[in-house]
Structure formats: structure tokens, C-alpha cells
């Protein structure tokens, strides 16, 4: 969880588009957003964190162990 700071640029699950399967394959429901706070929860020993996607805003309580870190290049 270390490298997942603030401010850290994701792609992660945004469960609020998906539909199904066929419909909305994982090229569609990983979005880019940047990690506004991380934490931990006894019975999540992973850790959770809290995204401001690009595309909708704020998002929280997604586990650490499945967002992927990217970096951007302008």
C-alpha cells in the first residue's frame, strides 16, 4: 500500500458502469482517477482507498490490491 499515496494515478473498477459481462467488459469499467485518500479496515487486510475518477468524481472504498498504478506521459 505504500506506493498508493495521494495524488497517485489509477485505473480501477468503477462499479457504477457496469451492466453485465457482454456489455461492459473491463476495457470499459477501468477508469483512470487519482487516489484522494487510503486507509485500512481490520477485516480488509489489503487496505482500501478513495478515487476521484476523471469521468464522475468520487469513489470510495476500493481494495488497494486491485487498481494498477499508471503514469502518465504529456
Known amino acids: 500500500m505504500s506506493e498508493l499515496m495521494p495524488g497517485t494515478r489509477v485505473k480501477a473498477f468503477d462499479p457504477r458502469l457496469f451492466k453485465n459481462d457482454e456489455e461492459t467488459p473491463l476495457s470499459v469499467t477501468r477508469k483512470l482517477g487519482t487516489i484522494?485518500?487510503?486507509?485500512?479496515?481490520?477485516?480488509?487486510?489489503?487496505?482500501?482507498?478513495?478515487?476521484?475518477?476523471?469521468?464522475?468524481?468520487?469513489?470510495?472504498?476500493?481494495?488497494?490490491?486491485?487498481?494498477?498504478?499508471?503514469?502518465?506521459?504529456?
Open 36 to 74: 484522494i485518500r487510503t486507509y485500512a479496515m481490520p477485516r480488509y487486510p489489503w487496505g482500501l482507498c478513495d478515487i476521484h475518477f476523471d469521468h464522475r468524481g468520487v469513489s470510495e472504498g476500493h481494495f488497494v490490491n486491485t487498481v494498477e498504478i499508471v503514469s502518465e506521459q504529456f
